[in-house]
């Protein structure tokens, strides 16, 4: 009987195994019976007929990365390139994915192979590293209607690595190393020249402040000259006028013949301190009549407003 019990009891086990199915979250589950598909079973606890229903093929529904091998793809100006990408896909159809190929992973890798030798070899080399996007999208859209039968939809591809012969590399080293001098001599050439446009200009302001500054220099000068000529001559004329006015009052005659008399001895003084030889006059009658000629000469306009005749 104890016997019996357990081998029931293996049985009961085995039944509950086979039959009571946990599917976790983002994962779908084929079943088949008697060998046909029947259903897909959902996240979560499902319930199957024992040794009538299996599990045939488990799915994950995430997106999942593909790493593509790298491969020598040949571009249209016939350069060889070594090319190697990663792909991310997600299978939408767990039926399709299990019954539309054998290995949709080794499919999806291949079709990617040769849809991207495919599309480089339409392109120029200098080209790929220009346009990787329309390269991804290109693979995409192949990929994608392919994939179509087997479940599985294509997100996106990217190119990790574009890797051209040493040569090659070499001589796009050289030719970028080059650009860049040629940049460099482009931008020193018009550093320079902006450098003497600005040396240039600068002098010519320079020029012109300069200028503008002599000539408001000049004519500040002749300004002045011209207020000192005119404030000299206002002042002479004060001085006549009140020279005119000095005579013409009483005891004013008297005054110039002294101013006159002391003036002319101080003339003669002078002169012998200057010369050796001292000129005398004649007699004293000459230094009264030099008195009375001066005083003549300023009588003559004042009184009668004349000119006095010279005589002869």
Not at 56 to 85: F, M, W
Not at 141 to 165: C, F, H, M, Q, S
Not at 188 to 205: D, F, K, L, P
Not at 222 to 244: C, D, F, K, N, S
Request: proline residues 4%.
């Amino acid at each position: 009987m104890e016997i019996v019990a357990l081998i029931a009891f293996f049985i009961a086990v085995l039944f509950i195994a086979r039959s009571v199915k946990v599917v976790p979250q983002q994962n779908a589950w084929i079943v088949e019976r008697l060998g046909r598909y029947h259903s897909t079973l959902a996240p979560g606890l499902n319930f199957l007929v024992p040794f009538i229903e299996r599990v045939a093929y488990r799915h994950s529904l995430k997106e999942i990365p593909l790493d593509v091998p790298s491969q020598v793809c040949i571009t249209r100006d016939n350069t060889q390139l070594t090319v190697d990408g990663i792909l991310y896909f997600q299978v939408t159809d767990p039926m399709r994915a299990s019954y539309g190929s054998s290995n949709y992973i080794i499919a999806i890798t291949q079709l990617a192979q040769t849809t991207l030798r495919s599309v480089i070899g339409k392109m120029e080399l200098d080209r790929t590293f220009e346009e990787r996007e329309i390269i991804n999208s290109s693979v995409v859209a192949a990929l994608d209607d392919a994939a179509l039968n087997w479940g599985v939809k294509v997100l996106r591809y990217e190119i990790k690595d574009l890797t051209p012969p040493a040569a090659i590399l070499h001589s796009m080293q050289a030719q970028i190393t080059a650009e860049r001098e040629k940049r460099a001599l482009i931008a020193a050439s018009e550093g320079r020249r902006q450098e003497q446009i600005n040396i240039a200009t600068g002098e010519r302001e320079a020029f012109i402040a300069r200028s503008e500054g002599q000539k408001q220099a000049d004519i500040n000068k002749a300004q002045g000259e011209a207020a000192a000529i005119l404030a000299v001559a206002e002042a002479t004329a004060g001085a006549i006028r009140q020279v005119a006015a000095a005579i013409q009052a009483p005891g004013g005659e008297q005054a110039v013949q002294l101013k006159v008399a002391e003036k002319a001895v101080e003339a003669f003084a002078q002169l012998a301190q200057k010369n050796n030889t001292m000129i005398v006059p004649h007699g004293v009658s000459e230094v009264s009549s030099l008195v009375a000629s001066a005083m003549a000469l300023m009588r003559s306009p004042a009184t009668n407003g004349t000119t006095p005749t010279p005589s002869r």
